[in-house]
Structure formats: C-alpha cells, structure tokens
C-alpha cells in the first residue's frame, strides 16, 4: 500500500467530478484545456485509489473516499503479539502491601493475578488506592480478596488485532488487558495462561512510532 | 491525500528495480513483456508516490519508503485544540482526601492543582497511593504537600500536535499533560491557565477512532 500526495490538477479533477458526475474524461480535458492523454495517469491515480470510479459509456463518479482509510487499514494490520509488552504477575497469596511495593518498583498501573500459574484476577492502581484509603489491614489481606476475579476479566489474544485491543480497553474503562493463550487443563475445561499485556501506555507508545516514521 | 492498494504488476515493477536499479522504463516493460504505453500509468503512480525515483537518461531507482509514511503525516496534522478532554481541577489548600474523592467521582488518573485560577501541581494516582501508604493524615495535609509543583509539569498547547504531546507523555512516564494557554500577569511574568487535558486515555481513544474509521 502506498500513500500519495495529490497534485494541484488531481484536485481540480476530483473537485469539477464531484460538481458534474457523471463526466467524461474527455469533458474533464476541455475544462482543463489539456489533451485527454495528459489526464490519462492522473484518472488512473484517482480511479486506482477508489476516489473516482469510472463507468464505461458513462463517465467518472466520485465515491466519497477519504485519506483516513489508510490509517485504518494499517491499525488494523497490527497483531497484539508484535506490540506486547511483559506483563507483572503475582500469586493470589501475595499481600495487597507486597503487591503494591510490585506496583511502585515495575512502575505499571496495572498488576495481574494468578493461581497455579493460570489467571484469576486482575488489580488496578485505582483498586489499591481505593482499599489503601478503606482501611483494610493491608499487610495482612491476601490481593485474592480485593482483584476483580474471573471470568470478569476482559482479556486480548496475540493474533487480535491492537484495534481490537484497544478497543476493548476503552469499552470497559481498564488501564489494560492481559494477554493470554487458552490451555486445555482437563475435561474440557481450560485455563489462560499470562503471556503479555496491553496497556494504554502500549497503545500511546505505538501512536508515537507510528507518528514519528518516515 | 489518497491511498492507494498497489497491483500485482506495481509489486512486480518495484521488485524489478529493487533488483536492477537503474533501470530504465523500456528495460522494465521488455522483463513484464509489455509495452511502455502500458506501464505508464503505473510509473506514474510509483514515482508520485515516492516509493519510485525517476532520472532523466538514468531510469528508475527504489527510494525505500513504505507504507507507513502517510500513518505518520495523518498523526501530525491532528492538533492538541481537536482532541483535548477536560481537566480535573482543585485547589492547592484542598485535602489529599477530598482530591483522592474528586479522582473516583471524576474517574481521573491524575489532577491539576491551581493556586488563583492558575496552575501550579499535578497529582497522579501512583502519587496518591504512595502517600496513602505512607501514613500521611490525608484528611489534615493539603494536596499542595504532595503534588509535583511548577516549573517541574510537563504541558502542551492547543495548537501543537497530538504526536508532540504523546511524545511528551511517554518521554516524561506520565499518564497525562494539561492543555494550556500561558497568560501575562505583569512585569512581564506569566502563569498557565488549564484550558485542557491530554492523557494516555485520550491517545487511545484516537487511535481507536483512526482504526475505526472507514
């Protein structure tokens, strides 16, 4: 996929197509005062990129596409396994004070739980400060009882998309997702294994990237 | 600007001069068994693009450019004044407590502090949960023992670009800037009105919008 800076004549087609649809190549040439020929790689430009449509017999329609197909179609192109980043776990044991300290020292805003290595909960620096502020004993109460637990828990997959991903993260309000791969454990039944995380901080981080190439 | 999805024999022209370059239009029809008339509309393309570099008597030359240039121009054009949220403030003799209450009602992750209508703090969560650990009163100590105070805040103007404050966002490890209009209060001193704010939630939410839009 390429992008293309439209010239001062291309814009002029696009503008006298929208005014007299459906038009002619060879009425778009007389305004213009040029020869048909002249116009021939400029219409294959305007129709290849789906701003114009040509019928045969007929003439030259504009379609109504805009230049922010593009980006989309390239967000969308993105995998959450290429952008993930490591996610911070502890056990469903662990204290809400140890927790913190895990927190402060990983400097995430979010911190994931597990259970015999599997997902159970998720807690966000909002759920700590909200029970810091409670007065629960924190060095005393195991983060099991304050993690929002399974199977509340909006998850992302590394063959998603980070559209989807971060549209996830905007629909339910989180600061970010776990990453996760399903493992059948038995009967049937299976469990999520923690293998990345997407945040916001993710998502900002890809935007300047994104922003920044040339 | 458009974008356009090259054709199999526009990947095939670009495969032919990453090889050979430089080779001249007629080599390159005569390797597609084509004639030169042919191919012209797709030069054309090619070099307007700017993945294709023309030179007179010389032929073609691969430039390297990709796709993802036009992402990167859409990003930059998108300015701070299109996409600012509104800011949370409270004043600088507010309790930690109060402003920890205005953060879950406002469901914020940070708060701007002003002193006289202008801004002189910035309080994050991570601020509040390392102070509501801490053992602090929070009902007693004002927000203004704690917040990060001018001139050490990170800020941005409407006019700037969304990439320059995501830049700064992720530069400074913070989670958002407030959006500001400096003011002249005398002696030629000036103070920062909050007119805004730019947080992580913001980029994401953008980036979101891009995916989406068709």
């Known amino acids: 996929m390429i992008f293309i800076q439209l010239s001062e004549r291309q814009e002029k087609i696009i503008d006298i197509v929208k005014e007299n ?3 002619t190549g060879e009425a778009i040439a007389q305004r213009l005062k040029l020869t048909r020929s002249t116009l021939r790689p400029d219409l294959a430009i305007l129709t290849m990129s789906g701003i114009l449509d040509a019928r045969p017999k007929v003439g030259y329609f504009y379609t109504g596409k805009t230049a922010f197909s593009f980006v989309s179609e390239s967000i969308r192109k993105i995998k959450v396994s290429e952008v993930k980043s490591v996610p911070i776990v502890v056990d469903e ?3 809400i004070y140890d927790s913190i300290v895990t927190l402060f020292l990983e400097d995430v805003s979010s911190i994931f739980v597990t259970s015999n290595g599997f997902l159970t909960g998720v807690v966000s620096r909002k759920d700590f400060l909200k029970n810091a502020i409670g007065g629960l004993d924190l060095n005393k109460t195991p983060i099991g009882v304050i993690m929002t637990r399974m199977p509340n828990i909006v998850v992302t997959k590394p063959e998603e998309t980070i559209l989807d ?3 996830k993260i905007i629909d339910h309000e989180v600061d970010s997702i776990p990453v996760v791969e399903e493992v059948e454990i038995k009967d049937g039944k299976s ?3 923690i293998i990345g995380k997407i945040s916001k901080t993710t998502i900002t981080r890809l935007f ?3 922003g920044k190439n040339d």
Chains 1, 2 share one sequence.
Do not use: N
């Open 165 to 167: 991903a971060a549209m």
């Open 191 to 193: 469990e999520y294994r």
């Open 21 to 23: 649809e459906p038009i």
């Open 93 to 95: 044991e662990s204290s």
């Open 208 to 210: 300047v990237e994104l």
